[in-house]
């Protein structure tokens, strides 16, 4: 498991005493032994920018975890007494006990506020140790609580008491984690019926590697497609004419060479909010039976939507001579929430269902399903096949008790029409740790980069070393922006680059994109060489050809006289000009204006002579490397 972690936010100190040293000491009371003893604590994950700060993770330097201090109720979750634990995918927490001892239980306060958030962990593991290197798991549990608000005192018992130095703690976070305080129960001295230690831990288990293509039937790319709101109109609807340039590649004189994504992903936009698609149980509450099927209604309109799709598909593999092909369609189902009181009759009895209802709610859950399933049938594509099911929720609703039940038996139902489930939840959503542990065929983890500004290419990075290690696909994501602005142009660049260099090209990608006729199709037609290079570099990336190659400028230095304007341009030795320049670092001795082309005008300062520079960066492709331009100003 040490090579999963690559934490910087924790400040872990080293354990007074030196690991060598295995003191005892004989007090046979059974106690609490952790009482004002040291711990370290690591992330698995890196942490988001947005968590590194004492409130959302409580550094360990204080001891908070073992100085008895508990919280009180009556303060809530303010209480200074509990330690913080947000998001990060799980946390190991290792605890020096300074003796050999007798240990036989665990003792652990959380904090409990579903409807917040702050719930115990989804899985806790204890193990032992020695040595502090090597390890037994002696205790493998999943926290439950029906509190609604308080406090919860755990606790566990190991079967067996078990002499041990060291005692490891690993916890998968859900969303929050509050502990006011963690006891081991013993002696600190070593007794006749204490078992000795025998190497046995039980790890995270992450795969630490991307999924096989095998998983979803050698399928390597799957697009969504938003083909439904709430006001739809005709600019919602996709037309056969959006969907051939997805389903198959043209170059740049038109022509058809190649197919192109794989699977076509259908969900709604906005079923709730106007502001976009909603994401989470609490905000479908609203929605009823009427609105599924308004849904359901649009997505096999005989004008748009899959029908355009089938006639698509049918139209590439006639001119590809592929006679067999087929584009694989998934299709959503929608979020279900205990709020959804009066869902509405879905099978006839005249009873409406009640999705606070387990029954209920898989009744309803089955039906959307049976109603996805027959529509497809029934009307005979003969260019698509339906992969399965999505799962339009993006992440594991924490404030539902009946939610994961609810998923893992819904799973098990999709899985006996031998049908595939994914999920793409945000970054770092909860229950993403343990997603097979829901039914999950394949997930892709959103990195959410493109869409804020103010997070650094380490959210990217940090997204890809969490896919990898939790076994998940990788998603690229492309704002409506990515054809109008350099900025978000470079930010999608980012992602082909990045997920190029980390092998990405070999696993499961998902591509999210806006309404029709979105934003691949967009860059398509378009006459902007950068832009159409957006389109041109996806399906090298798709069909794993995107490779680098090196670029330089041909023209770095310049000579003006005084007092004299510069206007000229910059070029790279490529004959292509899909390139975007971007000023890294201004002039000293003079002003610029730099033009996403390479255009520049350079103004120096008033009988300003010497040598002046400026530092451009350039992007063309998956290549981006920053380089000076250098100014010579003679005398008059």
């Given at each position: 498991?040490?090579t999963?972690?690559?934490?910087d936010y924790?400040i872990n100190?080293?354990?007074?005493?030196?690991?060598?040293?295995n003191?005892?000491k004989?007090e046979?009371?059974y106690?609490n032994?952790?009482?004002?003893k040291?711990?370290?604590?690591?992330?698995?994950?890196?942490?988001?920018?947005?968590m590194?700060?004492s409130?959302?993770n409580?550094?360990?330097?204080n001891?908070m975890?073992?100085d008895?201090?508990?919280?009180?109720?009556?303060l809530g979750?303010?209480?200074?007494?509990f330690?913080?634990?947000?998001?990060g995918?799980?946390?190991?927490?290792?605890?020096d006990l300074?003796?050999?001892c007798s240990?036989?239980?665990?003792c652990?306060g959380f904090g409990v506020?579903?409807?917040y958030?702050?719930t115990?962990p989804n899985k806790?593991m204890v193990?032992l140790s020695q040595?502090?290197?090597?390890?037994?798991t002696v205790?493998?549990d999943?926290?439950?609580s029906?509190l609604?608000y308080?406090?919860?005192?755990y606790?566990?018992?190991f079967?067996?008491?078990?002499t041990?130095?060291?005692?490891?703690v690993?916890?998968y976070?859900?969303?929050f984690?509050?502990?006011?305080?963690?006891?081991?129960?013993?002696?600190?001295?070593?007794?006749?019926?204490?078992?000795?230690?025998k190497?046995?831990y039980?790890?995270f288990?992450f795969p630490?590697q991307?999924p096989?293509t095998?998983?979803l039937?050698k399928i390597?790319?799957?697009?969504?497609i938003?083909n439904y709101?709430?006001s739809?109109?005709?600019?919602?609807k996709?037309?056969k004419?959006?969907?051939l340039?997805l389903?198959?590649y043209?170059?740049?004189?038109n022509?058809?060479?190649d197919?192109f994504?794989?699977v076509?992903?259908?969900m709604?936009?906005?079923m709730v909010a106007s502001?976009?698609a909603?994401?989470?149980?609490?905000?479908?509450?609203s929605?009823?039976?009427k609105?599924?099927l308004?849904?359901?209604?649009?997505?096999f309109?005989?004008?748009?939507?899959l029908?355009s799709?089938?006639?698509a598909v049918g139209?590439?593999k006639?001119r590809?001579?592929?006679d067999?092909y087929?584009?694989?369609?998934?299709?959503p189902i929608?979020i279900t929430?205990?709020?959804q009181?009066?869902?509405g009759?879905?099978d006839?009895?005249?009873i409406?269902e009640n999705?606070?209802?387990?029954?209920?709610?898989?009744?309803?859950l089955?039906w959307?399903?049976?109603?996805?399933i027959n529509?497809?049938n029934i009307?005979?594509?003969?260019n698509?096949?339906?992969?399965g099911?999505?799962?339009?929720d993006?992440?594991?609703?924490y404030?539902?008790?009946?939610?994961?039940?609810?998923?893992?038996?819904?799973?098990?139902y999709?899985?006996h029409?031998?049908?595939k489930l994914?999920?793409?939840?945000?970054?770092q959503a909860?229950?993403i740790?343990?997603?097979?542990?829901?039914g999950?065929?394949?997930?892709?983890?959103?990195?959410n980069?493109?869409?804020?500004?103010d997070t650094?290419?380490?959210r990217l990075?940090s997204s890809?070393?969490i896919?990898?290690l939790i076994g998940?696909?990788?998603?690229?994501e492309i704002?409506p922006?990515?054809l109008?602005s350099?900025v978000?142009l470079n930010?999608?660049?980012d992602y082909?680059?990045?997920?190029?260099?980390?092998?990405?090209?070999?696993?499961i990608?998902s591509?999210?994109?806006?309404?029709?006729p979105g934003?691949y199709?967009?860059?398509y037609?378009?006459?902007?060489?950068?832009?159409r290079?957006?389109?041109d570099?996806?399906?090298?990336?798709?069909?794993?050809?995107l490779k680098?190659r090196?670029i330089?400028?041909?023209?770095?230095?310049?000579t003006?006289?005084?007092?004299?304007?510069?206007?000229?341009?910059?070029q790279?030795?490529?004959k292509?000009?899909a390139?975007?320049?971007?000023t890294?670092?201004?002039?000293?001795?003079?002003?610029l204006?730099?033009?996403s082309?390479?255009?520049?005008?350079y103004?120096?300062d008033?009988d300003?002579?010497g040598?002046d520079?400026?530092?451009?960066?350039?992007?063309?492709?998956?290549?981006?490397?920053n380089?000076?331009v250098f100014?010579?100003?003679?005398r008059l």
């Amino acid at each position: 498991m040490e090579t999963f972690f690559n934490d910087d936010y924790y400040i872990n100190t080293e354990f007074t005493n030196p690991r060598s040293r295995n003191l005892e000491k004989n007090e046979t009371e059974y106690h609490n032994v952790l009482k004002n003893k040291e711990y370290i604590i690591r992330s698995v994950v890196p942490l988001d920018y947005r968590m590194r700060n004492s409130y959302s993770n409580t550094q360990p330097g204080n001891k908070m975890l073992t100085d008895g201090l508990r919280a009180e109720s009556y303060l809530g979750f303010d209480d200074p007494a509990f330690f913080h634990i947000t998001t990060g995918i799980a946390r190991e927490i290792i605890f020096d006990l300074e003796y050999s001892c007798s240990v036989d239980a665990i003792c652990i306060g959380f904090g409990v506020y579903p409807e917040y958030g702050v719930t115990p962990p989804n899985k806790l593991m204890v193990s032992l140790s020695q040595d502090g290197l090597t390890w037994q798991t002696v205790f493998v549990d999943s926290p439950k609580s029906d509190l609604k608000y308080g406090k919860m005192q755990y606790k566990g018992n190991f079967g067996n008491k078990y002499t041990a130095r060291y005692v490891k703690v690993d916890l998968y976070v859900l969303s929050f984690i509050w502990i006011d305080e963690v006891e081991v129960l013993g002696c600190a001295s070593t007794v006749d019926d204490a078992l000795p230690l025998k190497p046995g831990y039980i790890s995270f288990n992450f795969p630490d590697q991307f999924p096989s293509t095998s998983v979803l039937d050698k399928i390597k790319s799957i697009i969504s497609i938003l083909n439904y709101t709430k006001s739809t109109n005709q600019e919602q609807k996709w037309k056969k004419e959006y969907f051939l340039p997805l389903v198959a590649y043209h170059d740049s004189k038109n022509k058809i060479t190649d197919t192109f994504f794989d699977v076509f992903q259908f969900m709604p936009r906005d079923m709730v909010a106007s502001w976009g698609a909603y994401t989470t149980s609490d905000e479908a509450f609203s929605y009823t039976k009427k609105e599924w099927l308004e849904y359901l209604e649009s997505t096999f309109a005989e004008d748009n939507n899959l029908f355009s799709l089938d006639a698509a598909v049918g139209e590439a593999k006639t001119r590809l001579f592929k006679d067999n092909y087929k584009a694989g369609v998934l299709l959503p189902i929608l979020i279900t929430s205990p709020n959804q009181t009066e869902f509405g009759d879905v099978d006839g009895d005249g009873i409406v269902e009640n999705c606070a209802i387990i029954s209920d709610r898989m009744k309803v859950l089955t039906w959307w399903t049976e109603l996805l399933i027959n529509r497809f049938n029934i009307c005979r594509f003969k260019n698509l096949k339906l992969l399965g099911f999505y799962w339009y929720d993006e992440s594991i609703s924490y404030d539902d008790p009946d939610y994961t039940n609810v998923l893992f038996e819904y799973s098990n139902y999709v899985h006996h029409k031998k049908l595939k489930l994914i999920w793409e939840p945000w970054y770092q959503a909860p229950g993403i740790g343990t997603w097979k542990d829901f039914g999950f065929d394949f997930i892709s983890m959103q990195p959410n980069y493109i869409w804020d500004l103010d997070t650094t290419i380490k959210r990217l990075e940090s997204s890809i070393e969490i896919s990898k290690l939790i076994g998940a696909g990788v998603q690229l994501e492309i704002h409506p922006l990515s054809l109008e602005s350099s900025v978000y142009l470079n930010r999608y660049r980012d992602y082909l680059r990045y997920y190029t260099d980390a092998g990405c090209q070999k696993t499961i990608c998902s591509f999210y994109q806006g309404i029709a006729p979105g934003e691949y199709y967009k860059a398509y037609k378009s006459s902007t060489p950068s832009f159409r290079s957006i389109y041109d570099d996806t399906y090298l990336y798709v069909k794993g050809k995107l490779k680098h190659r090196k670029i330089k400028l041909k023209n770095s230095h310049f000579t003006i006289n005084a007092n004299t304007v510069l206007k000229s341009k910059l070029q790279l030795d490529i004959k292509k000009s899909a390139v975007v320049f971007t000023t890294i670092s201004p002039p000293e001795k003079g002003s610029l204006e730099l033009m996403s082309d390479g255009s520049f005008y350079y103004y120096p300062d008033r009988d300003t002579t010497g040598h002046d520079y400026f530092t451009v960066n350039y992007t063309h492709s998956i290549e981006s490397q920053n380089e000076k331009v250098f100014i010579c100003i003679n005398r008059l």
